[in-house]
């Protein structure tokens, strides 16, 4: 099972992109640091009509759904047993140890009373009706999971073996707690929306927002392995890891299907299809999130365009829009609170996403350039 | 073993059936993941608005501030001919508790009147029977007294998650934003007066009666019998305590009616009700409370909190779908594990690092 192996690539770290990202990730400190001194209303344009802008819909919501690779190829890998995506397993696992821990940190930054973050970790202050502390709550013990699925790796490159075997045999009590956290997390960041009630425009507020979250973890947790395995072949210089990809294509593609097919049939019962023809922002938002989705489908219908790296990476990339739009459609767009309240992100917010998702980028290539994370290639 | 790929079909088709017949009965599934929509506390106290009465002169926003040490609002279009003279709040804000706006149609020639008219709206917490701000707020910041049912914010809890914010159906509570020290602020009925015998500063400074305080249950009693009165009669309006536990005595207020009013308490019923109450004679949506056919008579937190407590009361959900995973997990660990650790044990770390 040569597949197996994992290998790290090697190779210089300080690039001139590593630089680039390097200069993003500054920039957001900089403004970070003025959010500190100054309040959130001095960097942001938060107001009391949109407390929530993109650091938590961008950064959290969508970010911590970038960070589901690590459930879908888990969940392939070992509950469904369908063994040929072990290769995939450490690359997602890692994406998702980033996509979550900075979708914590996003979500430390944006708390208008940071000090008392710690109350949350107070059992005497939980409120268990909560959606939202059980998302925290979530979030927390996810990432401890993935630090401990992800120790393997760090172990291997120390030589530790028997630090290995060890933490092997109980692995899949991690395993498991791996895959059900992030779904709880996900489904629940649907939950959330749906008490804004009317404040949501009826093309999503839904009973089934729960669930609809989960379908986007899906289609987007996926769609990142395959756009970053695709990107990092290019930009590594590895060969395509086509094969499992393109099975992996067809899986995604129906949920995609399944997807899109209850969001219709959801709107029908609402009576909500006529709001998508008002030609509005929110309908705009609508049918880019809509036809996105039906894009990826039309990429990734055909056997023969599922065996090619090109259609896997158009294909995964219109999925991760159509996700990435439902998300944001959910929490911002679709959002009105009336009373001539309007937002806009400043560029100071704009700055740290991009920041937040910087790092990521930079942690991810210090990681495959020195640690056993994506499999080793067979020399010729 | 690979997935089969009519298996595979099968599953889809049973997830879009399951789908469908979700589809089918909306309010059913709705109503089975419902929690208990929740009562009025007997001893409730409220505020009973009637916007009849209203003459718009705002004693009742100055009393607000001061009553809570607040600073006045000065908005920034009006920074060239307002020094710091005129409290200006165009909205209910950080410093600004309680507000009083006005709608206004036409030639805005009859006070009360929808077309051609103007109307007056106090705007403050409602302090609602099932809040959406006690549902949400993960560290229990939001209190709601289970007496008095007042819903109040600790600053000691809050961690400014500002979900309150994001999710308060009448945008009430506010957090302030300027500054690196902010909290979360609102009306909270005054109850550092109430605990002095006193009463709100709204009602306290309320000429007309227009706002009125006592128990939510004789509220809604003096409320029907306004709504009965018709234009021409002369009716005694209360003003202060409708009881006169709190503040001074006050002779009533009265007054002949102009314009007939809705037949409808606002509040009674709305999102699951509240305890501020409404009287109008135009039509609530036109003063901007949420009113209309897409306005559920439950608290939207009674379907967020019935969804979570159909997937984890007890954690019994959770933790029975964590064994399976952890069946599920275990046999198939071993199984793709095994093969590597043997060619580990033979390789004894291979060129690449693999131990
Ligand atoms: S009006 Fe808003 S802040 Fe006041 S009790 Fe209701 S939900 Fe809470
Ligand atoms: S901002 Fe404060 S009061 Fe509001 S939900 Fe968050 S922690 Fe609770
Ligand atoms: S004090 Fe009374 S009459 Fe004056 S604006 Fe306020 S509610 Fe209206």
């Known amino acids: 099972m040569a597949t197996h192996e994992h290998a790290p690539v090697g190779g210089r770290l300080v690039t001139a992109p590593f630089i680039f990202l390097f200069v993003i990730v500054f920039a957001a400190a900089v403004i970070l640091t003025q959010r500190f001194v100054f309040g959130l209303g001095g960097v942001t344009h938060l107001s009391d009509g949109y407390p929530w802008g993109i650091w938590i819909a961008i950064d959290l919501i969508i970010g911590t759904a970038l960070g589901c690779g690590g459930l879908v190829v888990a969940l392939l890998v070992y509950i469904v047993n369908q063994g040929e995506y072990h290769p995939l397993a450490r690359a997602a696992l890692m994406t998702s140890l980033f996509g979550y821990t900075m979708g914590a940190i996003a979500v430390m930054i944006d708390l208008g009373r940071w000090w008392l973050g710690y109350n949350i970790m107070l059992p005497w202050l939980w409120n268990t009706n909560s959606v939202l502390l059980e998302t925290a709550l979530c979030i927390f013990l996810y990432i401890i999971v993935l630090i401990i699925e992800f120790g393997p790796t760090f172990f291997e490159r120390l030589g530790l073996k028997e630090s290995r075997r060890r933490l092997h045999r109980v692995m899949f009590v991690f395993t498991a707690l791996g895959v059900l956290l992030p779904m709880m997390h996900q489904s629940s960041m649907g939950t959330v929306v749906i008490l804004l009630g009317y404040k949501l425009s009826p093309l999503w507020q839904s009973q089934l927002l729960t669930v609809n979250f989960l379908f986007t973890a899906f289609t987007m947790g996926f769609a990142i392995v395959a756009f970053e395995s695709t990107l990092s072949s290019v930009a590594l210089k590895r060969p395509f890891e086509t094969r499992l990809l393109s099975r992996l294509c067809y899986i995604m593609m129906w949920v995609l299907i399944i997807f899109l097919g209850v969001r219709f049939i959801d709107l029908l019962r609402l009576g909500a299809w006529p709001l998508a023809f008002r030609m509005d922002v929110q309908a705009i938002s609508f049918w880019v999130e809509y036809l996105s989705g039906i894009a990826a489908i039309a990429l990734l219908w055909q056997e023969r365009n599922r065996m090619h790296p090109r259609y896997i990476f158009l294909g995964a990339s219109a999925m991760l829009l159509n996700g990435f739009m439902y998300r944001l459609n959910c929490y911002l767009i679709g959002y009105d609170p009336g009373h001539g309240w309007s937002y806009y992100p400043s560029t100071g917010e704009i700055i740290v996403t991009l920041g937040i998702f910087a790092i990521q980028i930079m942690l991810y290539l210090v990681f495959v350039k020195q640690l056993p994370v994506l499999h080793a290639v067979r020399k010729a | ?355």
């Open chain 2, 1 to 355: 073993m690979s997935i089969n790929r009519r298996q595979f079909l099968r599953g889809v088709a049973a997830t879009g059936a399951s789908a469908a017949a979700v589809a089918a009965t909306p309010e059913e599934a709705a109503a089975a993941l419902q929690r208990e929509p929740r009562g009025r506390a007997p001893e409730a106290l409220g505020l009973l608005y009637d916007s009849t009465l209203c003459v718009g002169c705002k004693a009742c926003v100055a009393a607000c501030k001061s009553a809570n040490g607040k600073p006045r609002e000065i908005s920034a279009d009006q920074s060239d001919w307002n020094a710091g003279t005129w409290d200006s709040a165009k909205t209910l804000s950080a410093k600004t508790y309680n507000i009083i706006m006005v709608y206004q149609n036409g030639t805005m020639a009859a006070k009360d009147a929808e077309t051609d008219g103007f109307a007056f709206i106090k705007r403050q917490c409602l302090h609602c029977v099932d809040p959406s701000c006690i549902s949400c707020c993960p560290v229990s910041a939001m209190q709601k007294d289970p007496v008095t049912g007042i819903v109040s914010n600790d600053p000691n809890r809050c961690i400014g998650c500002r979900y309150c914010v994001y999710a308060c159906p009448f945008q009430v509570p506010k957090f302030e934003f300027e500054g690196a020290f902010g909290r979360i602020s609102k009306c909270e009925l005054c109850r550092h007066r109430l605990a002095k015998g006193e009463l709100p500063g709204c009602v306290d400074s309320c000429p007309t009666g227009a706002t009125l305080f006592g128990r939510v249950a004789d509220l809604r009693t003096e409320a029907h019998r306004r709504i009965t009165l018709k234009p021409g009669d002369t009716y005694a309006y209360p003003r202060g305590d409708i009881s006169g536990k709190y503040g001074e005595h006050r002779e009533p207020h009265e007054k002949v009616i102009t314009a007939a009013y809705r037949e409808e308490v606002y509040g009674e019923t709305v999102l699951g009700g509240t305890q501020a109450l409404y009287l109008s004679a135009v039509s609530f949506d036109k003063l901007g409370l949420p009113y209309g056919p897409n306005i559920p008579t439950s608290g939207y937190a009674s379907q967020t909190e019935g969804i979570q407590h159909f997937l984890y009361t007890g954690m019994i959900a959770p933790a029975a779908a964590l064994t399976g995973l952890i069946l599920l997990a275990r046999r198939n660990v071993d199984k793709h594990h095994s093969e590597a650790d043997e060619d580990a044990a033979d390789s004894q770390g291979g060129s690449h690092g693999n131990a």
